[in-house]
């Protein structure tokens, strides 16, 4: 039958069935019904936020609570309920606007006291939740604090001695003033070492001079430098004598108290981005900017009032090494809040699925829930999964961050690169998946999650591209790696500790049980790991051998270094998601953690090709292993309600999707 008699013969079926005397039965309205009313909890839902916030509850609730108290945060009323979210319609410069009024009022309910000022494990570990609970309302304002507390503020508290902290922190924490840090130049980012702009000592007078001697040493992403700024950390190469002695960071002021730019500094605005406009980036130009010598943040060199360059780290590598520290605090508030991000898209999408019907599988039959769908299930629950894991992963980098030590120093900037880059990475994935799964209602600024992709999508670049962190991450194992093989001695760091173990041995086949033992997940995630440092090893040392350096050997080996760096990073967060299901008590809450924690390893198992690319599993094994993910996501379906709400994120902080969006959407609300 061609096209056109087909064609035909649809629309006289269809003219037929209509002109029959039977009228068409109504369907009735579609309602809405809380999920609440039939979706089961089995566990305890305040104690799983217990595990995931971790700590400082009381003060997130109270901060939480402090923000829906004030038109200051946009309240609006959808669906018989209040919610609280930034207002993405503004311009540029009100949005800037009001995260500057948004900032004092949190100034004066006494939310930064201490933020610098006090020191010890609670302080910080108060800070960083607040931190956290601010983000989750808007990344702008969570921005604009991170740059001013922990890249100024840490600068000078880890850079800075004595002088530097009875001088700025306390002025620094009331916001009497206002810090930015400039580290990024139009012609480098990534690469600090390489930046180029310029410092000299002038000892007839005391002073350094600050210049910018071309225009990609422009100062470039600067927050807070385009409007609000009154100070800067500047890095810059520091010349004495004629010699560069590396990279040092300087305070210099660039506005005086009224906001005026200072004399021999030029500030431009960076423009407007598709996210984060509340933060005013900047670009700074400096002219022969003359500061005290005293302004040379001097903990790990210093410069003697007759010109002397001081420091007791002659190795100018590890000097170099020392002024990349207070990166480390802003990937850890990155990864941190990545997650929190990737929460509130799965919690409103999953809401969402819960209460949203589409189709009947029977004639006359009722639609179906979205997330009775298992296709809908494959797209929402592994990310769930992986959301848990990374929850108890930003957790474990926290606590050894506040408990650093020197000694912990390199296991802090790899976990800490790894964990940014892989957290960031999952959380641009969910949010796209969460769009996507709500449909035409996911477009809408106050449904959150479209707005969260353009304000999260920076996160992959800023504090270090993923990509350079990742091998990075591979770098330091390698190092390990070949400092075991050369002191032939077992390996004791970064949890390669497994490397000293006979190699384990994937089963010809799996079964269901088999795949859901912990014991050959965390085999199987050693198995990758080991392999691909080992070939990652050979390959860059086989390159060496035909007269490469071992710095370009490794760039050549880039593919099996970023492998590499996602099996580090995998195994480390199955780590910590297996410490946090052990310290849980037999009973319903350990049994969704296990269900949980074999979903995240298998959807790993399933996910990278490296799996199958190096036979660590054969074909059957990967079909198995995605048999048994579509099992995981029928087990963990009655819990999707459970599991969001555990997040602890207030219904107001979600969108009018979350909940009765019929309501949302109704003709009266429009007249209200």
């Not at 910080?124 to 609970?133: D, F, G, I, M, W």
């Not at 590499?564 to 910590?576: M, N």
């Amino acid at each position: 039958m061609d096209r056109v008699t087909w064609r035909t013969q649809v629309l006289s079926n269809h003219l037929n069935q209509t002109s029959m005397s039977s009228p068409l039965s109504p369907n009735p309205c579609v309602g809405f019904s809380p999920p609440e009313l039939s979706e089961p909890v089995e566990f305890d839902t305040k104690e799983m936020r217990k595990l995931l916030d971790a700590h400082n509850l009381e003060d997130r609730d109270w901060l939480f609570g402090l923000m829906k108290q004030s038109k200051l945060f946009n309240p609006r009323e959808a669906g018989g309920r209040v919610f609280v979210s930034p207002d993405y319609n503004q311009s540029m410069e009100q949005q800037r606007e009001m995260t500057m009024k948004r900032i004092a009022y949190l100034l004066d309910r006494g939310v930064f006291e201490g933020w610098l000022t006090e020191k010890g494990v609670e302080a910080e570990l108060r800070k960083l939740a607040l931190h956290e609970v601010i983000g989750i309302y808007d990344h702008s304002l969570a921005v604009k604090l991170g740059v001013h507390f922990f890249l100024w503020g840490g600068a000078i508290l880890f850079f800075g001695t004595k002088r530097h902290h009875d001088k700025w922190l306390r002025d620094t924490e009331n916001y009497t003033i206002k810090g930015c840090f400039a580290m990024s130049e139009l012609g480098h980012g990534s690469n600090v070492r390489g930046i180029e702009t310029v410092t000299t000592y002038d000892s007839n007078t005391g002073e350094f001079v600050i210049n910018t001697p071309c225009e990609s040493a422009q100062k470039y992403w600067i927050g807070g430098a385009a409007n609000h700024a009154t100070h800067t950390i500047v890095f810059s190469q520091l010349y004495i004598s004629g010699k560069n002695q590396g990279v040092h960071a300087f305070i210099a002021q660039i506005r005086d108290a009224n906001g005026n730019i200072c004399p021999n500094i030029r500030i431009a605005d960076c423009g407007h981005k598709i996210g984060l406009n509340g933060v005013d980036n900047g670009r700074i130009w400096f002219d022969n900017v003359r500061i005290p010598r005293e302004n040379l943040l001097n903990s790990v060199a210093d410069v003697s009032p007759d010109g002397q360059y001081l420091s007791a780290i002659k190795d100018p590598d590890q000097r170099f090494a020392a002024f990349l520290a207070p990166l480390t605090s802003g990937r850890v508030t990155i990864a941190v809040g990545a997650i929190y991000s990737s929460q509130i898209s799965l919690a409103i999408a999953i809401r969402y699925s819960l209460t949203r019907r589409a189709f009947s599988v029977t004639p006359k039959g009722p639609e179906v829930l979205l997330l009775d769908y298992p296709s809908h299930q494959q797209r929402l629950l592994p990310l769930l999964a992986k959301t848990y894991a990374m929850s108890f992963a930003a957790n474990h980098l926290k606590m050894i961050y506040v408990k650093r030590t020197p000694e912990l120093s390199k296991t802090i900037h790899v976990v800490s690169s790894a964990f940014k880059a892989t957290l960031t990475w999952h959380n641009m994935r969910t949010l796209q998946e969460c769009r996507e799964a709500c449909g035409g209602q996911g477009l809408k600024t106050e449904n959150r999650i479209g707005p969260l992709k353009g304000e999260y999508d920076v996160q992959s670049t800023f504090e270090g591209d993923n990509n350079v962190l990742m091998q990075q991450v591979s770098k330091a194992l390698l190092g390990e790696y070949i400092a075991a093989q050369n002191r032939s001695k077992p390996f004791k760091a970064l949890g390669l500790e497994h490397m000293n173990k006979p190699c384990p041995v994937i089963p010809s086949q799996l079964t269901s049980s088999t795949l859901q033992s912990s014991q050959f997940q965390m085999d199987a995630f050693c198995l990758r790991e080991r392999d691909l440092l080992n070939r990652f090893a050979m390959e860059v040392s086989e390159r060496q051998k035909q007269g490469e350096s071992k710095e370009y050997s490794v760039i050549l080996s880039y593919q099996l270094a970023q492998d590499l760096g996602r099996a580090f990073s995998d195994r480390t967060i199955l780590q910590t998601l297996l410490d946090a299901e052990a310290g849980v008590p037999s009973g319903s809450l350990k049994n969704v953690l296990a269900m949980l924690r074999s979903m995240y390893a298998l959807i790993c198992l399933e996910e990278d090709p490296a799996f199958l690319r190096f036979g660590y599993l054969s074909t059957d094994n990967v079909a198995a292993v995605r048999k048994e993910v579509s099992r995981l996501c029928g087990e963990l379906r009655p819990h999707a309600l459970a599991l969001v709400s555990s997040f602890g994120i207030p219904d107001a902080f979600l969108s009018p999707i979350a909940f009765n969006w019929i309501d949302a959407n109704s003709w009266s609300s429009v007249q209200h």
